[in-house]
């Protein structure tokens, strides 16, 4: 640091001392300051690159060819944006995209609610708030295959969940074997249950962390100026976890509009297309169908979409960073 | 009527006693302030009083009212916190309103009442802002502002010009005793700092580990202070203490103490025999009067006085206040007295005062 200050304007006067000492060699050369500080954003950049760049080029191509997986390679050729226009006449990918939104918004609604409650109990302080907390933060690190297959051992006709709720079904004379699966709308639902449950973890801790980042202080005073517990709750509490509440819909709607493993892993998209989501339905293009062409327009489609969502999501947490630190100051 | 009764008022957190059996009567309209050092229960106290924390044992009385059972926000009290504790989120308005906005007191009535709030507490064109927006100084009138606009007979204030800097937390001082003359409220005020109480207080309580040392005006408690943890709390430079023995000579009482002894006044308290300390502020150490030899190890100037520390050849220097014509440097010879009248006569084992 102490050299740096020494020579202000450090790439010319730096860079020729160093060239006239060095003894040659790569070392020396990655040294100086110049090149010195470029090499994490090389790194990172190489990273980019190749993990990310290539891949959707190829996409792109791939995207504008008329080619299907079963076909040699040789035989595809080029057919401008026809997959493009195929993808959107489609009325199966509309299907698949608006159902999405619905087990999406559905499902991160149940999660918020859910989590929010849970995390206002274990906010206050009562014995064995701990082991609470533990176990509400377990489904989230129970890995997404698993909890499909938990959940299609619990969905089963002759299952658990329907011994427990065959009682009540009975007295209201129903059908005791629910078939959760089987039922189009039974089977959404399932999908919805199975997301809920599992993720219900994360909104939980970040409700968590917002309640117990609230200063006690400010509780403590609206209680001396009169406020009661609800009021407390809608004038005070409830502001100041604005900024969380936001963060926890945009996290939890970026990963929900990716639902994937419950719809695969439960139902198969079935019965008949009612569960098969919009990241099934591409999959199931490319690799049940071999439409590698249609698959890469589809999903250079959605990227486009999801982009834009994305962006306004991340404005949205830019935007409630900058309350909180303000406020927080 | 805003008289409070502190009676056997205990609080424990688990194993630690916070506060051991305090009783206090606090009059009505006065300035009372609660001081000691960290840890000492003061706050706790203060936080009994607003209802933030259930006493262990014992009994608040507000008024004729015992308030144990009593909701914080129904005492009728306004309370400042140490970091204020506005509300972010809200405008300086909103959060002068808070108070009125939770009893549901009618639009026009907040909006003349929280006009009538700010233009007393000078902050008017600052109702817009939020907050983060405004200074230290800003902040603590808006703090204040939201206390008075209830009309609480009894303000609570913890330690409310901590986070200001030196030379705003004297204006603020002046400017809270101007708020309690105005209003005539009871104050009850916790601070670490003398100098704080010494300045605001109608009334000092000093206390130590939960319990109360000593209640009194100011100057008593600096002139007379119960015992030997109160005579070194109050007043800076810190009062010299000289630890040594009472011996009897020729029919007086003569105190002895290493490389130093004096006659002690005629109907001084303790007995010959006795272990005491012998505590003298800065102001009634003579140097230039008398008889004793001792050697300047430090001054500091501070314009008005100058404070001369030097070695007597006991444990610790002693410090004195002098004339800053009194030029004086390290390594210098003087001589030194003590003045009589000034002398604080502790009990060696216990502190309790002696005189």
């Known amino acids: 640091m102490a050299e740096a200050g020494a020579r202000p304007s450090g790439g010319a006067a730096g860079g020729a001392r160093i060239r006239a000492g060095r003894g040659g060699g790569l070392a020396a050369w990655l040294a100086q300051e ?243 989501t919009v990241a099934f339905y591409l999959w199931r293009q490319v690799w ?39 406020e927080g100051g | 009527m805003a008289r409070i009764l502190l009676k056997d008022l205990v609080k424990q957190f688990g194993r630690v006693t916070a506060v051991s059996g305090v009783n206090l009567e606090i009059h009505d309209g006065e300035f009372l302030i609660m001081v000691g050092p960290s840890g000492c229960g003061k706050t706790t106290t203060l936080n009994m009083i607003s209802g933030l924390e259930t006493p262990t044992s014992g009994e608040v009385v507000i008024g004729d009212q015992v308030v144990n059972e009593i909701e914080p926000g129904e005492r009728g009290l306004g309370m400042v916190f140490q970091d204020l504790a506005l509300f972010p989120h809200m405008t300086v308005f909103e959060n002068i309103a808070f108070g009125l906005r939770v009893k549901s007191v009618a639009d026009e009535e907040v909006r003349r009442r929280v006009l009538q709030a700010a233009n007393a507490m000078h902050i008017a064109p600052l109702l817009d802002k939020r907050p983060a927006q405004c200074s230290g100084g800003e902040a603590q009138r808006v703090a204040l502002a939201r206390t008075i606009i209830t009309n609480p007979a009894v303000f609570l204030m913890d330690e409310p010009l901590s986070s200001l800097d030196a030379k705003l937390r004297l204006d603020m001082r002046t400017e809270l005793k101007h708020l309690h003359e105005r209003l005539k409220a009871t104050f009850v005020y916790v601070t670490h700092d003398q100098a704080e109480a010494m300045t605001m207080a109608d009334r000092i309580v000093v206390m130590r580990g939960g319990f109360i040392q000593q209640v009194g005006g100011p100057l008593d408690i600096y002139r007379r202070p119960a015992n030997q943890f109160v005579a070194g709390f109050f007043g800076t430079p810190t009062m010299n203490f000289l630890q040594g023995k009472v011996e009897t000579d020729g029919g007086r009482l003569r105190f002895r103490a290493k490389s130093i002894d004096f006659l002690l006044p005629a109907g001084a308290g303790p007995g010959s025999g006795r272990e005491i300390t012998l505590g003298v502020r800065a102001e009634h150490v003579l140097v230039g009067k008398g008889a004793q030899p001792g050697r300047v190890t430090l001054t500091e100037p501070l314009g008005d006085e100058t404070l001369v520390f030097f070695d007597y050849g006991g444990d610790a220097p002693l410090v004195a206040k002098v004339s800053p014509e009194l030029h004086l440097s390290s390594g210098e010879a003087v001589t030194f007295g003590l003045d009589e009248a000034g002398y604080h006569l502790f009990d060696g084992a216990t502190g309790e005062r002696l005189n």
């Open chain 1, 34 to 276: 110049r090149v010195f500080r470029l090499i994490p954003f090389v790194v990172v950049e190489a990273f980019f690159l190749l993990l990310l760049a290539v891949p959707f080029l190829l996409t792109l191509y791939i995207s504008l060819l008329k080619w299907r997986a079963n076909r040699p390679f040789e035989q595809a050729f080029f057919q401008g944006f026809d997959n493009y226009f195929d993808v959107l006449s489609d009325v199966e990918f509309w299907w698949a995209l608006a159902r999405t939104f619905y087990f999406a918004g559905v499902a991160v609604l149940l999660e918020l609610l859910i989590g929010f409650l849970l995390a206002m109990l274990c906010a206050q302080e009562f014995k064995g708030r701990r082991l609470y907390i533990t176990i509400f933060l377990v489904p989230m690190m129970v890995v997404p295959v698993v909890v499909g297959y938990n959940f299609s051992m619990i969905y089963i006709d002759s299952g658990p969940l329907n011994e427990v709720l065959a009682p009540v079904v009975q007295l209201f004379g129903g059908d005791p074997r629910i078939r959760w699966l089987s039922h189009p709308i039974a089977a959404q639902w399932a999908i919805i249950w199975a997301d809920v449950w599992q993720w219900t973890s994360l909104t939980f801790l970040i409700f968590l962390s917002g309640f117990s980042a609230l200063p006690p202080q400010l509780i403590r005073a609206a209680r001396i100026l009169g406020a009661g517990r609800w009021q407390i709750f809608w004038r005070v509490q409830l502001p100041l976890l604005k900024p969380v509440i936001v963060i926890a819909i945009v996290i939890r709607s970026m990963e929900a509009l990716k639902i994937f493993d419950q719809s695969v892993l439960l139902t198969f998209g079935g019965p008949g297309n009612s569960t098969q």
């Open chain 1, 288 to 326: 049940q169908f071999n439409k590698f062409g249609f698959g890469a327009a589809a999903s250079i489609i959605l990227l486009v979409m999801f982009s834009a969502l994305i962006y306004y999501g991340i404005y949205l947490l830019v935007r409630e960073r900058a309350t909180l630190q303000r």
